[in-house]
């Protein structure tokens, strides 16, 4: 009973088949030449130099650096010349008790000796006597001298360190602002590269359709002609329905990376771009070539934007313990002016007297116990130490990583060459698959088989390749190298 109701079954099985096989038709068709012709290209360079020239982390950058120059620019006004002025009389009961002008003008100097120009005009029934001018001048008196520091401030001032550390802070946000622009390109080139692989996986996945379109047809036309049994028909249509599905997940793929990219993308008045569907990569680009490990690791220690930061900062911090132990030292200022000369209270010049008609004074000042000065002094020297611990353990921590990156760079081309190798082998057999099916040879399963492991093997190399380019990419950022190696691209203006 059991024999009769399975043959039954086969017998239903086998007369729905036939007429399933007649009817099975390709889902879809697809003409990749009349596609290919209305893309668009964008290469590797093209891309760069649109993040480079519009990007908004770009720009961003770039005012780091015209606030350095600012800070500068503010260090550098206590070296301005002042102008000051003061009016102060007094009168009552028809008595003028005192009218008292006074106008100077002080140019502060690099090397602290600060040349000062003064014009007063006192007179009054009850002038202090400091403040008399004999009434044959007009009650008009002019001083021009200096003060100097000869102590404290002598070798280095507030004002001098200042501007020291304005000019060490302008480097120093030029290696941050280099930091910033290479991880925005970074960020940007790996988004490309992963456009770029999917665009070519969706590639594969397009001529792995083709192939399996063809087979499908020719089996269709065999089972016409009872060269081929109707389980090979379903097998095709099965087969091709699975690609055509990958190719529609492919499609998705590269539109979903392609709106990835387009984050990267702006115009010249920041606004953003989208990347348009006709838009693809150039295939046949690749990135920069790599330098030796050797000059990469010695140039890491002189120009990386970590290290250099570093340094940088320990600079600064030498400048405030210069500072910090000057002002261990007594404060004692000089002051001397003359009176009347070089020029008259009429404009006229007269001889110099230095033993007659001058002012003279000195100033001292000194903390007994100097606390504050040596708790600078010692908080300053804390810090430098810990920057040079932190200096240490970066560098090192760079060279690992450019070593690492390396390896992994150097293993990635020996992957590339024995998927090649792999590829090329895949190729041959499924070549000779459908030479065999031409002559009756071979069935769909060793077909599909070959066919999936070729699709496998070049999907594997694809993927390595772009894993090799952005190795590179990782390899410069570990290395610090100025716009990832691509500062030939930069806008002329930059």
Not at 442 to 455: A, E, G, P, T, V
Request: glycine share 4%; net charge negative; with cysteine.
């Amino acid at each position: 009973m059991s024999r009769r109701i399975f043959s039954f079954l086969i017998i239903c099985l086998l007369t729905v088949g036939l007429s399933w096989g007649q009817e099975i038709n390709a889902p879809f068709s697809v003409d990749s030449t009349s596609q290919s012709e209305a893309f668009q290209t964008l290469s590797l360079e093209d891309f760069i130099r649109v993040v480079l020239a519009n990007h908004p982390v770009i720009k961003q950058a770039d005012l780091l650096s015209e606030n350095a120059l600012q800070e500068v620019r503010l260090a550098k006004g206590a070296f301005d010349p002042k102008i000051s002025a003061s009016w102060d009389r007094k009168n009552f009961k028809d008595t003028e008790y005192f009218n008292i002008f006074n106008a100077s003008m002080t140019v502060p100097t690099w090397f602290p000796i600060d040349p000062k120009l003064s014009v007063d005009r006192n007179r009054g029934v009850f002038l202090s006597p400091e403040n008399t001018i004999p009434e044959g001048d007009d009650f008009r008196q002019v001083t021009l001298g200096v003060s100097l520091p000869v102590g404290r401030g002598l070798l280095i001032d507030a004002r001098r360190a200042a501007v020291k550390q304005a000019r060490i802070f302008v480097e120093k946000t030029e290696a941050e602002r280099l930091e910033m622009v290479n991880k925005a390109l970074l960020e940007s080139l790996k988004a490309f590269w992963e456009w770029h692989l999917a665009y070519g996986q969706f590639q594969l996945i397009e001529q792995s359709l083709d192939i399996s379109q063809d087979i499908y047809e020719r089996i269709k036309l065999d089972y016409q002609f009872g060269e081929a049994a109707v389980i090979d028909t379903v097998q095709a249509a099965i087969t091709f329905q699975n690609r055509a599905t990958d190719y529609q997940a492919a499609q998705i793929t590269f539109r979903r990376a392609s709106l990835q990219l387009s984050n990267f993308l702006w115009g010249i008045n920041e606004e953003p771009i989208e990347l348009k569907s006709d838009v693809i990569p150039d295939m046949s680009m690749t990135g920069p070539q790599v330098m030796d490990l050797e000059t990469l690791l010695e140039d890491a220690i002189s120009i990386h934007p970590k290290l250099r930061q570093l340094s940088l900062k320990m600079d600064g911090l030498s400048v405030a313990e210069q500072l910090a132990k000057e002002n261990l030292k007594p404060r004692v200022d000089l002051n001397y002016n003359l009176i009347n000369a070089p020029i008259s209270p009429e404009g006229a010049f007269t001889s110099i007297d230095l033993s007659n008609d001058y002012k003279f004074g000195i100033g001292f000042e000194f903390p007994l116990f100097l606390r504050k000065e040596r708790a600078k002094l010692k908080q300053t020297r804390i810090k430098m130490a810990d920057v040079g611990y932190e200096n240490l353990v970066t560098r090192q921590q760079i060279l690992n990583a450019i070593q690492a990156n390396y390896f992994e760079l150097t293993n990635g081309r020996t992957m590339v060459d024995l998927l090649e190798q792999t590829v090329e082998n895949y190729e041959r057999l499924l070549e000779a698959e459908l030479l065999n099916l031409e002559l009756g040879q071979s069935d769909l399963f060793r077909i599909n088989f070959q066919q999936d492991k070729l699709l496998e093997a070049q999907l594997k190399l694809l993927k390595q390749r772009v894993t090799l380019e952005k190795s590179k990419l990782e390899l410069y950022w570990a290395a610090g190298r100025p716009y990832l190696s691509f500062g030939e691209l930069l806008p002329n203006e930059n």
